[in-house]
């Protein structure tokens, strides 16, 4: 059976767009916080792992968890949930090139096969009223950098460079090799 553990709407749409539906949803619980002098590429593959960690499933079951973070420098600009955050999130990407890494894991036979992503992306400058307006139209509640890419804030990157669904929450092309890879075929996380 497929798994998805998370409990992202987003990494779910993107896993049925692929064909890969998972029978179950179930969403991990688990601390968060960023360890002292862990660089945001290892901070972003702990969390994948520490996500497939936390939940349990039979050995059959392909279990797939993920983590997606914004990265501008060294700093992780981790979900937001209020707007000053947002706006703040938003202002320091302006005219900027930040990066998205998703790492995912996939566990089967308790065994973890985990991949990591990279996005560049360039963000255009933005007025003080265009970040109001997108801030207003609540998209960027509980995501990373303060902006859903899959909404209104297409139109703020020129440049994109990797995967794009990468910056939605999963690299699906990886994820659909790693899954072939070890076995796991759409007719079977059908039923």
């Known amino acids: 059976m497929l798994i998805l553990g998370s409990g992202s709407k987003a990494r779910k749409d993107l896993l049925n767009s692929a064909g890969w539906i998972p029978r179950k949803v179930l969403v991990p619980n688990i601390d968060e916080t960023k360890k002292k002098n862990e660089t945001p590429v290892e901070y972003v593959k702990r969390m994948a792992l520490d996500k497939s960690r936390s939940l349990i499933v039979g ?36 005219g900027r090139t930040h990066k998205v890494y998703t790492a995912y894991n996939v566990k089967f036979y308790n065994k973890n096969y985990s991949g990591l992503e990279k996005t560049i992306l360039k963000m255009k400058y933005l007025t003080d009223i265009e970040i109001d307006e997108y801030i207003r139209q609540n998209q960027w509640q509980g995501k990373a950098g303060g902006y859903s890419i899959q909404g209104e804030a297409v139109k703020f990157f020129p440049v994109i460079k990797g995967c794009f669904t990468n910056v939605i929450g999963l690299p699906l092309p990886k994820l659909d090799n790693t899954l072939k890879s070890i076995g796991c075929l759409k007719k079977i996380s059908n039923g």
């Not at 279990?63 to 000053?84: F, M, P, W």
């Not at 706006?87 to 990407?93: A, D, G, N, P, R």
């Open 59 to 94: 050995s059959e079951d392909f279990l797939i968890t993920a983590d997606t973070i914004v990265v501008v420098g060294r700093n992780i600009l981790h979900k937001v949930e209020i707007k000053s955050q947002a706006k703040e999130y938003l202002k320091s990407l302006v």
